[in-house]
């Protein structure tokens, strides 16, 4: 690597010279700000410079739209009162990355020199912002922000911090500004913002610090000003809903702390901005319940001030206060959840505890007074603190990092109104300091370190504040070490043993006059007041009224309100005021207000001086609020306090740039062959080398002990662009030989590869060729050893026929001679006979086996001899045919006349049922008797067997089924040749008689029951009830009996009919009788049941 970049050297060597004039050529042409210029874009440039030609320039400049100007690297900003197209996204492009002269001045490109000596050279910095109020200085901070927002990193989680950390200030200013005299949107409190950065320069998070509320504008406010915007915006904004929740009314001539007169801001539009507040406070990350509980202090605080007291005369002769109207308290009380009685006790009495003493006071109307407006401007001002750690809470940065840090200070701006008081008196004072600091980093800092140096340098008068400052904040004759001590003094305290005290103290001190002093200047001064002391500041001689001074710097909160406060329900509320805890009662007093302002501007000066400065002075110019006006003298003031004629001296007379030595030869060492890539003598030589190399003018730079000296910011430029030049070209070479080495690396891996791959692949190859000889060799071989085997087969095959065909041969031959032999021994047909002769003896021998192994002569015998020949198959068969129809002839002849006929009944009973009902097959066995009941031979039926006549074909008992109800009753059932009766059983009395040529059908199932119908001729006689049902045991017998008797004397056949499912006929209704599957529960007997007038359903097991 080293030895590349020394062989680029030695090229660079070559052409170094002719790259450097191309880059300077490369320069001319870039933009400046001394392009298309109006005026003089900077200060340092004006010829001649006067207090006159400044104002000129500036107002030349302003009536151009041209609001910013520089003082070397300090903006001068002029409020222009209108909005102005120079703060568009393009315009922020246009800056970006862009050197600070490079473009006409802009707070652009100041923030964007801040944000990149942050973000590449790893300095803090922070953007002092000053001018007095109303001169833009929040405006300002705000572009600022968003120039820095708009130029940093960008993705999800940085947009998001970006949101949170510009929303901050919506919600800071509707709680901390406020309409006055000078300024609709006046920042009433001081706001230091950190911003802070990773270390690409992304934003992590932030840190506020507020200085002093000006809490006095909570309860009352001078002419023509208002309260804090925030009531202003409630009342316009809330919904109906909202306000009904917080007890408010919309109109704003309800609340005693809301002036009247300017209550209404030209083009501001309170609603609007309520919603973009809340809107806000969602962005920065309130809960819904914090931003209502916000709200319900806020609401508080406003009707505090309705509350009215009236005096009460006590006993003792001393007026006692009572509140007015309990109404509005009750509302508070159930606002912030804080008891009533405690409440109103704590507006009536005065409790003092000194050590174990407690003693309780009544306090008159004006202390009650007091104490309430005290109540409304603490409530107040420790939301406003909160508000501010909320806010922090929020925004704080979520890493340990080390973070870079760009602090944006925006503080109240220097005021003198027509009465000045404590605050302004404390506004004054930290502008005071905020200018010491500025003359202390420029002014002084700069003209010693030249002599430091030892750089040749003609002193310039400027004027000094730090002894203004000193009044002040000194601590033993300070003015404020004077209050403090007043207001801790023992005995009557009040303003005017205050400026007694300051009359003695201050007298001789020459920024600090006053009428009754001991000097005798002011005797006569009737602009002097009694009651005042003025001050000359750096901005201008301020009045203070002195009333009020004591008790605002004690801040006094009488301890029973704080008790009662902390007692509230409403968890903000009592956050708020932990002092009011009685575990925690703190016997010392807090600081006063004058002496916490004077550590908290400490802390920051302290803070300050760490960082980089960078200066945006802001100028009114005007007192209208108006655009386009300048008023000359009002702007010659401010040029005049803020010293910034003294600034443009300085600067011209010395330096724009210096840089320590070391960092700057670090810096630019790649410019010069001789510094690059080491220097190895002193860092001092090794700049002289490098500024000769690159041709800089020797007027243009000084070299001081430390520090080399550029006098102009265009030779910076340069230096710096011949350096962004040579970073390129660097990089470049470092990027050249970065890809030649992974080319290479590259390029010998696959090459190793390759080689690998080939190998490998060869290998493979080899062996696939291996194989295959290997496997066309065996293919050969079997070809070949087939063939061979193939031809000893074919050898041995004709050899076996050689030999079977001389066998064969030598058998017919032998067959021919034998015959021949025997030919005469044999007559003709022999064959034949022999053949028929054979048969013969089989087939009786057949005959005669067959005798001896006949079967019996029984018809059912199944019995059967084998057949031992094949050939006598059909035979065999024919045979035991014949044989089985003889032995049934056999049988059949054996038979009586009264035998046969049963048989035939039997074979007719077989014709009509068999396969058909299931009963049939166990009537087989049973012979049919006819005449079960033995008429004849019992006297019980001696008159029934009179009454007929005829032969009785059927005698036996069944059951009648009645047709009603399914029941059955037993009947004798006869059947003659041309009747069918019906008897009683126990009597013998024909109960019904019915002609055969009457009964048309029997119906019966199909199943195992004896259950069966009679249907008979329609009209008939016999059928005037119905049909009839039975149930019999001998069912089959019956029917048989029935059929073949009306067979033989009507010739017609009987209609039996076999279903499980048939009509009969009773009366007039057809019924359907239905078989069923019934249980088992009644034996095999069926049931029979009627189940309505169309259905009988029979039951069968
Ligand atoms: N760059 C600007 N472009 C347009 N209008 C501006 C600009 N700067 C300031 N203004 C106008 O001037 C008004 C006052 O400015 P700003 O509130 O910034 O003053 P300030 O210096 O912060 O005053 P204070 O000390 O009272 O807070 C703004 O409300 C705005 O209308
Ligand atoms: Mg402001």
Request: proline share 3%; hydrophobic share 35%.
């Amino acid at each position: 690597m080293d030895c590349v970049l020394k062989c680029w050297f030695s090229q660079w060597k070559n052409n170094g010279e002719a790259k450097l004039l191309e880059t300077m050529a490369k320069m001319e042409v870039k933009t400046s700000l001394l392009d298309n210029m109006i005026g003089v874009g900077d200060m340092v440039l004006l010829e001649p410079l006067s207090e006159e030609t400044f104002i000129n320039n500036l107002k030349k400049r302003f009536d151009h739209n041209e609001i910013y100007t520089y003082i070397g690297s300090v903006v001068i900003s002029v409020n222009p009162y209108r909005s102005l197209p120079i703060y568009s996204p393009e315009k922020v492009e246009d800056y970006r990355n862009r050197n600070f002269y490079e473009l006409s001045p802009h707070i652009f490109a100041l923030s964007d020199e801040a944000y990149r000596s942050l973000r590449d050279q790893d300095k803090d910095q922070c953007i002092l912002i000053t001018g007095e109020s109303g001169a833009g200085k929040t405006e300002a901070s705000k572009l600022v922000m968003s120039y820095v927002a708009a130029v940093c990193g960008k993705g999800a989680e940085v947009n998001q911090v970006k949101e949170q950390l510009l929303q901050s200030n919506p919600v800071l200013e509707a709680f901390g500004n406020a309409k006055t005299v000078r300024n609709d949107n006046s920042s009433r409190f001081g706001k230091y913002m950190d911003i802070e950065f990773d270390f690409k320069g992304d934003p992590l998070g932030g840190v506020i610090s507020n200085y002093l509320l000006e809490k006095s504008r909570v309860v009352k406010q001078p002419r023509g000003e208002r309260n804090f915007h925030v009531f202003y915006q409630l009342l316009s904004g809330a919904s109906e809903e909202l306000l009904h929740k917080l007890k408010l009314e919309r109109d704003f001539s309800r609340y005693n702390y809301l002036s009247l007169d300017s209550a209404k801001v030209n083009g501001v539009d309170d609603a609007a901005n309520f919603r973009t507040v809340r809107n806000a406070m969602q962005i920065v990350g309130f809960m819904d319940h914090e931003a209502e509980s916000v709200l319900e202090v806020v609401a508080a605080v406003l009707k505090l001030g309705n509350i009215e007291f009236k005096p009460e005369s006590r006993v003792n002769g001393l007026d006692e206060s009572k509140i007015k109207d309990k109404n509005e308290l009750k509302e508070i009380c159930e606002l912030t959840g804080i008891d009533q009685s405690v409440l109103e006790r704590a507006f009536s009495f005065r409790t003092v505890e000194a050590k174990q003493e407690k003693v309780s006071t009544t306090l008159n109307v004006a202390q009650a007074y007091y104490a309430r407006d005290a109540l409304a401007k603490n409530l107040y001002s420790r939301l406003f603190s909160w508000l501010v750690n909320r806010i922090n809470e929020s925004i704080k940065a979520q890493t340990k990092v080390r973070k870079k840090v760009m602090g944006v200070l925006d503080i109240y701006g220097f005021e003198i109104f027509e009465d000045n008081s404590f605050e302004q008196f404390i506004i004054n004072y930290c502008n005071e300091k905020l200018q010491q600091i500025f003359i202390e980093l420029t002014l002084k800092e700069e003209q010693e370190e030249y002599i430091r140096e030892g750089i040749e340098w003609t002193h310039i008068d400027y004027f000094n504040n730090a002894i203004i400052c000193d009044l002040i904040e000194n601590n033993t004759n300070g003015i404020l070490a004077m209050l403090d001590e007043e207001c801790l003094r023992p005995g009557t305290v009040t303003d005017e043993t205050f400026l007694e005290k300051l009359n003695q103290v201050c007298a001789t001190h020459q920024h600090f006059e006053s009428r009754m002093s001991k000097c005798s200047r002011f005797l006569n001064d009737t602009s002097l007041p009694h009651s005042c002391f003025r001050i000359q500041h750096y901005a201008g001689k301020v009045l203070y009224q002195v009333e009020g001074f004591v008790d605002k710097n004690n801040d006094l909160l009488y301890r029973d309100l704080s008790q009662a406060m902390w007692k509230a329900s409403h968890a903000l509320i009592k956050s708020l005021f932990p002092e009011g805890n009685p575990a925690k009662i703190n016997l010392k007093r807090p600081p006063t207000a004058g002496s916490q302002f004077k550590a908290s501007v400490a802390t920051l000066m302290k803070n300050l001086q760490t960082k980089n400065p960078n200066y945006i002075r802001c100028i009114k110019p005007n007192d209208k609020k108006a655009a386009h006006i300048f008023t000359e003298g009002l702007v010659c003031h401010q040029i005049r306090y803020l010293g910034l004629l003294e600034n443009v001296r300085v600067r011209r007379a010395g330096y724009a740039f210096r840089q320590a030595y070391e960092p700057c030869l670090e810096r630019y060492k790649m410019l010069c062959k001789q510094t690059w890539p080491h220097w190895k003598g002193p860092a001092r030589s090794g700049v002289e080398v490098l500024f000769n190399e690159v041709q800089i003018p020797m007027e243009e730079y000084s070299f001081g002990r430390s520090k080399i000296f550029i006098r102009n910011p265009r030779t910076l430029f340069t230096l710096e662009d011949l350096r962004k030049q040579r970073l390129e070209d660097l990089a470049t070479l470092i990027q050249k030989i970065y890809r030649g080495w992974k080319c290479r690396t590259h390029f010998l891996l696959m090459k190793k590869s390759q080689i690998v791959i080939a190998a490998w692949y060869r290998r493979y190859s080899q062996q696939k060729r291996y194989q295959q000889i290997k496997a066309s060799a065996l293919v050969v071989q079997s070809y070949i050893r087939g063939w061979k085997a193939r031809k000893i087969l074919r050898e041995l095959k004709h050899q076996k026929r050689c030999e079977e065909a001389a066998t064969t041969i030598a058998a017919y031959w032998h067959g021919t001679q034998v015959r021949r032999e025997y030919r005469k021994f044999f007559r003709a047909n022999a064959g034949k006979k022999i053949y028929e002769f054979t048969l013969q003896r089989i087939v009786q021998k057949y005959f005669l086996e067959m005798k001896s192994k006949m079967p019996s002569l029984s018809p059912v015998d199944k019995n059967w001899p084998s057949r031992p020949y094949l050939f006598l198959d059909s035979t065999h068969k024919e045979l035991k045919r014949i044989f089985h129809l003889w032995r049934c002839k056999k049988y059949r002849d054996q038979f009586t006349d009264q035998r046969k006929l049963i048989y035939e009944e039997k074979l007719e009973a077989s014709e009509l049922f068999k396969d058909k009902k299931a009963l049939y097959p166990s009537s087989v066995g049973q012979p049919f008797q006819g005449a079960y009941l033995e008429i004849n031979k019992d006297p019980k039926y001696k008159k029934l067997k009179d009454a007929i006549e005829e032969k009785i074909i059927i005698a036996e008992v069944v059951n009648k089924i009645n047709r009603a109800n399914g029941k059955s009753t037993s009947r004798i059932f006869l059947l003659t040749n041309n009747n069918l009766l019906l008897a009683d059983q126990k009597s013998g009395q024909i109960k019904s008689e019915v002609p055969l040529v009457d009964v048309t059908k029997v119906s019966m199932s199909s199943q195992n029951d004896g259950f069966f119908a009679v249907h008979l001729k329609e009209g008939s006689e016999a059928a005037s009830k119905g049909d009839f049902l039975f149930s019999s045991d001998h069912l089959i017998e019956m029917a048989t009996k029935l059929y073949r008797t009306t067979l033989s004397q009507t010739k017609q056949k009987l209609n039996i009919e076999i279903s499980d499912e048939f009509l009969v006929q009773f009366r007039q209704d057809k019924v359907c009788v239905k078989f069923i599957q019934g249980n088992q529960k009644n034996g095999s007997v069926p049931t029979c049941k009627r189940k309505n007038n169309r259905l009988l359903e029979v039951a069968v097991p």
